[in-house]
């Protein structure tokens, strides 16, 4: 596609559910990243794939949290056990690879609502 | 880690005003990218400027490495620029971006 995608736009849980967020990055980027958006913590770093490989996991808060991709293409971030402390939008981006040297680009988010 | 910080946060300009945003960082980094964030929430994309200047259409950046800072100049405002500014560096080998609070931009007709 033209840019990055992400589904759902919207979702709300009830907590304790387990919920799973997808992102399609723009086609031929090799590098992928998860970020959340929160009132109180600004944009923060989630994690980082080179391909299917993770190899920065260190922004996921807790072990509730993991994320894969497939195909060097699409990602999912689970969430087990949702709290209510997760309610924020997830954000993905995307770059032609290490991002020292390449822009990322930003998909337009999950927004998720614990309840 | 390494600190973002932009300034001002709240910004009111009226149609036609001309803005500088601010953002300092305390550490080298690898890169800086300038972000607008509109009402629906979507990050857009705006400069991507490890140093010297850049220009498109209003817009105009400058990021100074050695004095670990950038600024973004809006000329002219219009009520669509309207939003949230934020600046987010690159350090490290992993790419991973360390943004700023952000500055919100009101401009009113």
């Known amino acids: 596609g033209a840019g990055v995608s992400q589904s759902p736009s919207n979702k709300v849980t009830e907590k304790g559910k387990d919920v799973e967020l997808r992102c399609d990055p723009i086609s031929g980027h090799t590098a992928l990243y998860w970020y959340r958006q929160s009132l109180g913590q600004g944009l923060e770093f989630l994690i980082y794939?080179?391909?299917?490989?993770?190899?920065?996991k260190s922004g996921l808060p807790s072990d509730r949290f993991s994320a894969e991709r497939t195909g060097g293409s699409v990602s999912t971030l689970t969430i087990q056990r949702t709290q209510q402390e997760d309610s924020a939008v997830y954000l993905c981006a995307s770059s032609l690879g290490l991002a020292d040297l390449y822009e990322q680009y930003f998909g337009p988010g999950t927004r998720l609502t614990v309840t | 880690g390494i600190q973002v910080e932009q300034s001002p946060p709240d910004l009111i300009l009226q149609e036609g005003a001309n803005s500088t945003l601010r953002c300092n960082f305390s550490?080298?980094?690898?890169?800086l990218q300038w972000f607008h964030q509109n009402p629906w929430g979507q990050l857009i994309n705006l400069f991507y400027i490890p140093s010297g200047t850049k220009q498109n259409g209003r817009l105009s950046a400058t990021t100074v490495a050695t004095e670990r800072y950038s600024l973004l100049y809006i000329s002219s405002s219009q009520t669509t620029d309207s939003g949230v500014y934020f600046c987010?560096?690159?350090?490290?080998?992993?790419?991973?971006?360390?943004f700023g609070q952000g500055t919100t931009l009101q401009v009113k007709p």
């Open positions: 987010a560096v690159i350090s490290g080998n992993t790419g991973k971006l360390i």
């Open positions: 794939f080179q391909g299917n490989s993770a190899p920065d």
């Open positions: 550490d080298s980094v690898n890169n």
